[in-house]
């Protein structure tokens, strides 16, 4: 599986994005899919997971009420919706699946097999 992550950019605090990851091959609908995000100097850190299985959705608590993500089956892509945007989101945001990831580990980045090469969001105040 091939990810490539796009939608990134620069956006005014309080502003929207959309983030969009398109995946290679026909496994990846059964894959759960996550977004994580790497600011300067700090560690990768989990955003968000739609799980393969029922499509769950799971939100790191500093994202939770401002972001959603979702998936389309039909196009293999998952989504990231971003609004009201603040400055401490900016950071380069992964996409990530993976087959047979656990619900106990959906928000752990070493338990994601595949990973696209991220896209940059900041957001100036």
């Known amino acids: 599986v091939q990810l490539q992550a796009f939608g990134g950019g620069l956006v005014q605090a309080g502003g929207s994005l959309r983030l969009s990851c398109a995946a290679s091959g026909s496994t990846f609908n059964r894959q759960t899919a996550g977004w994580f995000r790497q600011a300067p100097g700090k560690e990768r850190e989990f955003v968000a997971a739609?799980?393969?299985?029922?499509?769950?959705?799971y939100y790191a608590d500093s994202v939770k009420g401002r972001f959603t993500i979702s998936r389309d089956n039909a196009k293999s892509t998952v989504y990231l919706l971003m609004n009201s945007l603040r400055p401490e989101d900016t950071a380069v945001y992964y996409c990530?699946?993976?087959?047979?990831?656990?619900?106990?580990?959906?928000?752990?980045?070493?338990?994601?097999?595949?990973w696209g090469q991220g896209t940059e969001v900041t957001v100036s105040s």
């Open positions: 990530a699946a993976d087959p047979s990831i656990i619900l106990s580990s959906v928000r752990q980045y070493s338990q994601y097999s595949y």
């Open positions: 739609i799980r393969r299985s029922d499509g769950s959705t």
